[in-house]
């Protein structure tokens, strides 16, 4: 499958039209066969794609209701503060769901956010089954809505389609289970292994730039060291075309550096992190003792975190482990080459997406600094962006057995 990004910013699809296509596209059936439920869960994975860009940092959910092998409700997450997946197909079944099969990619959830339980809606529709891949791990679910979907008599089918859905919410499943932002690195490189040219700013095109752009929507937050900050004077926001105001989400944007000094100037022109106008956060992270948030005053986009080191250089797992308590699920790891060398060597990194500069020549098979830690991932995808390629590997995962198992326990 070609990457859904891609496809949200270069072929739009009309919602009602897809909405349609996916209606068409399932057998229907009464028989209640395990080659059905996969069908039926196939259709609420697609609807959950739908909110990839705008639901973050919720899951992406996607729910289909089937009576009597006709489906008679759909909808999906579209944005935080939101109504869920389940409440939109609920909408459209109106009685209809009485008696029914819901279909979840991910477990209903049963407390009181800023929407209200998903699970109270289902009991009060009086469904009669409720089909998903795993439990929701997050602390404030993580069984508890199967249970209370079993105390109120609704039967419970965990397993279908578990590898699928926890590849498309690896971000969110990954930091609830690990306890770490997933990581992903990210560089542009020549088909000769270089990772800068003489004579170009960029190696990658436009194309490949708003397909990057697409992902720092996604992501939590971006990263770089002190040393692209001072080569690049990158503004690391988000700058995907096609997204609305209300959309577009700034990722947090994080440099790492030896030094707690935050420069003014990148070469001769201001710096654009220091920038009052700039939109989101900026938080410099430095080795040091000091344990609270450090406001700037000359500079107030930024703030200054210090984390335990090893000499002046900072433990990347500790920075990591930090994230996740202030929330972080995921985090673009932009460069430069030390920092990128440093996750990998730490093997922190989850997934890896690499731009090419040619799609016509032979890959590089020099640079081993960066290739080589591929050899223990598996490519995902690759897509080609006008003169550039992009590729996806991701770390070989036992993600979605770690899931059931974890559901088995509850």
């Not at 919720?58 to 944005?79: D, L």
Request: aromatic share 6%; charged share 15%; with cysteine.
């Amino acid at each position: 499958m070609s990457d859904p990004l891609y496809h949200t910013l270069f072929a739009p699809i009309a919602s009602s039209y897809l909405t349609s296509m996916m209606r068409a596209s399932v057998a229907i059936t009464p028989q209640k066969t395990a080659s059905n439920q996969r069908e039926y869960m196939t259709l609420a994975l697609h609807l959950a794609a739908q909110g990839e860009l705008t639901c973050a940092p919720n899951p992406q959910v996607g729910c289909v209701i089937v009576r009597q092998g006709h489906i008679v409700g759909q909808g999906y997450h579209h944005r935080a503060g939101e109504p869920h997946a389940e409440v939109h197909a609920l909408q459209e079944a109106q009685h209809m769901a009485e008696g029914a099969d819901v279909y979840v990619t991910l477990e209903p959830c049963s407390h009181q956010g800023r929407t209200p339980p998903c699970v109270d809606a289902l009991i009060k529709a009086r469904v009669a089954r409720v089909i998903i891949p795993f439990a929701d791990p997050h602390p404030r679910v993580s069984g508890q809505g199967i249970a209370k979907l079993k105390q109120a008599g609704i039967d419970v089918i965990t397993g279908v389609l578990a590898t699928e859905a926890a590849w498309q919410n690896r971000l969110f499943l990954t930091a609830q289970l690990d306890n770490k932002p997933y990581i992903i690195a990210k560089w542009a490189m020549t088909t000769a292994g270089e990772l800068t040219h003489p004579s170009r700013r960029w190696i990658s095109n436009e194309a490949s730039r708003q397909h990057a752009h697409l992902w720092r929507q996604r992501v939590d937050a971006v990263m770089v060291g002190k040393g692209t900050v001072l080569s690049d004077n990158p503004a690391l926001t988000n700058r995907a075309a096609g997204l609305s105001t209300l959309q577009r989400r700034h990722p947090l944007r994080l440099i790492i550096s030896r030094s707690n000094v935050i420069p003014a100037l990148c070469g001769d022109k201001p710096c654009q992190l220091s920038h009052p106008g700039l939109p989101g956060e900026t938080w410099w992270i430095s080795p040091g003792t000091h344990t609270e948030p450090l406001s700037q005053p000359h500079q107030p986009g930024i703030t200054q975190w210090q984390l335990p080191s090893s000499g002046q250089l900072l433990l990347l797992p500790t920075l990591f482990s930090f994230l996740a308590t202030q929330h972080v699920a995921s985090v673009l790891v932009e460069g430069g080459p030390q920092v990128l060398a440093q996750c990998f060597e730490a093997g922190l990194v989850d997934e890896a997406h690499i731009y090419i500069d040619a799609i016509h020549a032979a890959l590089p098979k020099s640079h081993e600094y960066f290739w080589h830690p591929l050899a223990y991932f598996q490519k995902r995808d690759e897509v080609h962006l006008d003169d550039n390629i992009w590729l996806q590997y991701a770390k070989s995962s036992d993600l979605a057995s770690r899931l059931l198992e974890k559901t088995e326990n509850n």
